[in-house]
């Protein structure tokens, strides 16, 4: 079974509209959650971090998420995109169930149009 | 503060050779984990150390092994190459044990096996 979902392959948005990027995942326990970008041939960096503190967690860059447990969802917002915004973002999920290692969701790419 | 280093940037080998990837990561980092990021499979959990020791293990075949150095150094060594094995291969470093202090990534080794 799948540990993380993305529900979406590929975003594309306008410049200074919002943007919605699309994480579900499966726990038994409260997990701990990520968000991560990867823009071309470089590695990645951590956008957010939700570690079963506040439910809304912010970011850099703008973005923030906000951890449903009900919905099982940690999706991904931001108010208005940037170009520089184009990229692969990836939601990562890990816990003990996990063996505390950080499990990748497949990513979305977003693409920004000017 | 320097972030985590990797080296070589780039590299191409031919099926059957063996080949070491290094990592240096931030200064006072103990836990270094290492990844696999393929089009086809996504990003994948190799291995992660702490303290000289590791803690986890994902399922690579054995070709694939990694040591941690008394400064916390990396490297990963894999051996009789084989085209499947072309990837980047990302290290990241993160402060101690818990989740919570989140893992920073270097840019990656690209290996290209011809």
Redo the contacts between chains.
């Keep these: 079974a799948q540990s993380v979902t993305q529900l979406d392959s590929h975003v594309s948005v306008s410049e200074g509209t919002p943007v919605l990027l699309r994480c579900n995942y499966s726990s038994s326990y409260s997990p701990s959650l990520f968000w991560y970008v990867q823009h071309p041939n470089k590695g990645l960096q951590l956008l957010l971090k939700y570690t079963s503190a506040a439910t809304l967690v912010k970011g850099i860059n703008g973005f923030e998420a906000e951890f449903k447990k009900s919905e099982t969802s940690f999706h991904l917002t931001k108010p208005s995109a940037h170009m520089s915004d184009a990229a692969e973002y990836f939601c990562v999920v890990s816990g003990p169930e996990y063996g505390n290692k950080l499990v990748f969701g497949a990513g979305t790419i977003l693409r920004v149009k000017s | 503060k320097a972030g985590?280093t990797?080296t070589p940037r780039y590299l191409i080998k031919t099926r059957g050779q063996q080949v070491t990837l290094s990592c240096s990561p931030i200064s006072g980092h103990r836990s270094v984990?290492w990844?696999q990021q393929t089009p086809g499979q996504?990003?994948?959990?190799l291995f992660?150390y702490f303290s000289e020791t590791q803690?986890?293990k994902?399922n690579f075949p054995g070709r694939f092994s990694g040591r941690q150095f008394s400064n916390s150094r990396s490297e990963m060594n894999v051996s009789t190459l084989e085209l499947g094995d072309s990837a980047l291969y990302?290290c990241?470093s993160s402060l101690g044990?818990e989740?919570?202090y989140?893992?920073?990534?270097?840019?990656?080794t690209r290996l290209t096996v011809v």
């Design positions: 985590v990797q984990s990844y996504g990003l994948q959990f992660e803690r986890n994902g990302l990241a044990a989740l919570n989140g893992y920073t990534f270097g840019s990656g």
